[in-house]
């Protein structure tokens, strides 16, 4: 069997996903075959294929990933059997070569002999081709394809909701001394308070995670599933993260909320990102509100702090909003 592979990918840096991708095939014993522009064909040892796949994938979002295989069985017999044929033709030409005695007849042998050895050369050629079509997969790996994608379903109706992640991997908020909260939570362990405008909230860790606290105002008609949907499309299609878990989170007063975790390459860098978010209608002291508490940083560093972090989601308090 001979396979094809072709992926198309949305990524931060198509640059450096290609030169990346380029690495992991070399590592795994395989060659660029061509690169034109941020699209490559790379040829994969069959036997490393599956793992060059899911590395190169990781590089960013999979937006198109088409996989094929083509039989050569009849094609590889036959190529083998007419190159025996003719390597048998060649031998019986050269013994009669040696013991031609007339100019004519010699002549004659040498340009069927000739005529035999490039039929031949050919033959060895195009074995060689098949025989490395089924030893390597050739992948093509489309960066930042132009092919138009869909037109999404509904628009983007606030500006903050095309923001969510875009933070990860730039620099962390600057302090400007002010530490008030939009609702009241808990800080995890070695995280500080460096800044807020009474809407929005930030505090850092020393290695580079960020922890958000925002409180949004609603629009007429939203609901926790409208809002959900949002968020998830926002993520994936705008902002080039890959959706890993999506949970119903109840904190300590009974508040329904819904938790997203996600996770994103930027060039060579792994980031994480989490999103809980709770949603009012009108209440006593509530207008339609969202809030929304953010967290994200470097994959080892998140995963280090992660357990914290999701320990103090639990202490969010909203009565007084709610």
Partial sequence: MAFTAALQMSV??????????QEINSRA???????????TTLKVPLGKAEEVLEKIEKLGTVTSRRISGED????????????KNMETLRARLTALLAESKKVEDTLKIEQELNRVTTDLERLQAQLKNANNRVAYVDMTVSFNASDPQPAPRISFPVPWIARLGSSAGKAVPTANGCDRQPFEMELPPDFVAVSSD??????????????RLTRRDDLKGGSPAFWGELIKRSLSELNNYTITGRETFINHE??????????????RSSFRYQLLFFHF???????????????WGPADAFDLHAKQVKEVYDTVDLSIWH
């Fill in 72 to 83: 050569l069985t009849d094609q590889l017999v036959d190529l083998d059997v007419r190159l």
């Fill in 29 to 39: 014993g395989g060659y660029t075959q061509e690169v034109d522009n941020f699209q």
């Fill in 12 to 21: 931060d840096d198509a640059e450096a996903a290609l030169k990346m991708a």
């Fill in 198 to 211: 009474g809407v929005e909230f930030n505090a850092v860790s020393a290695d580079d995670c960020v922890l």
């Fill in 254 to 267: 009974g508040i329904r909320g819904e938790l997203f975790t996600a996770d994103r390459n930027i060039g």
């Fill in 281 to 295: 209608g009108k209440g006593f002291l509530t207008d339609n509100e969202l809030y929304l508490v953010e967290f």
